[in-house]
């Protein structure tokens, strides 16, 4: 059983930037595909980024929302998952959730992972 908790979330202006982390305990987080979603008001939850576990040499996946703004890193010493986002959008703004699934493939489905943390909330104002 993974625990995962999500830090790092706040206000920011348009442009600016914000780094998440994600700290896993109860299991080694470098086993697992690592996955950030987020979730606006009134809106399903949507895939943001994942990497692949250490093994399998990190592969990445971003969505085409955030291409070229965001990175998603790993730090398996500590155990822990980072995004970085840069530029900044109004329309960045929603809860950030980290997610941690256990299989060989790399997934953007969120029924694809099996462990969740409780969310970090990110505004990003215009």
């Known amino acids: 059983q993974v625990q995962l908790v999500e830090s790092g979330g706040g206000l920011v202006q348009a442009g600016g930037s914000l780094r998440l982390s994600c700290a896993a305990s109860?299991?080694?987080?470098?086993?697992?595909?690592m996955g950030w979603f987020r979730q606006a008001p009134g809106k399903e939850r949507e895939f943001v980024a994942a990497i692949s576990w250490s093994w399998s040499g990190g592969i990445t996946d971003y969505a085409d929302s955030v291409k070229g703004r965001f990175t998603i890193s790993r730090d398996n010493a500590k155990n822990t998952v980072y995004l970085q986002m840069n530029s900044l959008k109004p329309e960045d703004t929603a809860v950030y959730y980290c997610?941690?699934?256990?299989?060989?493939?790399?997934?953007?489905?969120?029924?694809?992972?099996?462990?969740w943390g409780q969310g970090t909330q990110v505004t990003v104002s215009s």
């Open positions: 109860g299991g080694t987080a470098s086993r697992y595909n």
């Open positions: 997610a941690a699934d256990r299989t060989a493939v790399l997934g953007r489905g969120a029924d694809h992972y099996d462990y």
